[in-house]
């Protein structure tokens, strides 16, 4: 059954104190991995998609990249505006449908 | 362009009452993804369509149903309304069917008392 696990659930860090996030999946045939960012109580917004192994997309702050088995989402000097929560999504090939985790709960503190 | 947008924004229901969602899909999208999320939780996806035609379905119930209309807007019918329905209900479109990114709108919050 395809699977996409996400680590930390949460995670606290001072502004400026740079991290990752990790997305493990298991899904065969993988046609793209997504990050989306939630805020409370909002719809997720999108923020990459991801191909192939060895790809690196990167946005402001952010940098995702892929392997075969794991996504991670690099933060570098996050701002307390990058508090959010961090959903990874998986696609399997000829599917329709995203599976996600449960997302990393991310606060930054000023 | 317009970005995708849901209505009602929250709406309170009681157990056994039906619902109906609407959601308008993103300009010059063709395909509209329908997703719970629990509280706490990742979004579950419940079905997709893509011109007028359900596309694949998720692990819930028959009395999920939608509806796709000619311009692309679709509806999200729930019936018989169980506790456990309390979520926020997620619409998103994308460009075409199984491979493009969707993209989502700001949802809206059922709560089932």
């Known amino acids: 059954e395809d699977q996409v696990t996400q680590s930390p659930e949460a995670l606290r860090l001072q502004e400026g104190e740079s991290s990752s996030l990790n997305c493990s999946y298991t899904?065969?045939?993988?046609?793209?991995l997504f990050w989306y960012r939630q805020d409370p109580g909002k719809g997720p917004e999108f923020l990459f998609t991801?191909?192939?192994a060895g790809e690196e997309k990167e946005k402001e702050r952010l940098k995702a990249t892929l392997t075969k088995k794991e996504s991670f989402l690099h933060i570098t000097a996050p701002k307390p505006e990058d508090s959010a929560t961090y959903l990874c999504?998986?696609?399997?090939?000829?599917?329709?449908?995203?599976?996600f985790g449960k997302g990393t709960k991310l606060t930054v503190n000023p | 362009e317009t970005g995708v947008t849901q209505s009602p924004t929250h709406l309170i229901k009681t157990r056994g009452q039906q619902v109906t969602l609407r959601c308008s899909s993103q300009?010059?999208?063709?395909?509209v993804s329908w997703y719970q999320q629990a509280l706490g939780q990742g979004p579950q996806f419940i079905f997709q369509y893509y011109r007028e035609e359900e596309n694949g379905r998720g692990n819930f119930p028959p009395r999920f149903s939608g509806l796709q209309f000619p311009n692309y807007s679709s509806e999200l019918n729930v019936n018989a309304l169980e506790l456990d329905d309390s979520a926020l209900y997620l619409c998103a479109s994308s460009a075409a069917q199984g491979t493009e990114t969707q993209y989502f709108g700001p949802g809206t919050r059922l709560l089932v008392l």
């Open positions: 300009s010059g999208h063709n395909t």
């Open positions: 899904v065969s045939g993988l046609r793209g």
């Open positions: 991801l191909y192939s």
């Open positions: 999504a998986a696609a399997q090939g000829g599917s329709e449908k995203l599976v």
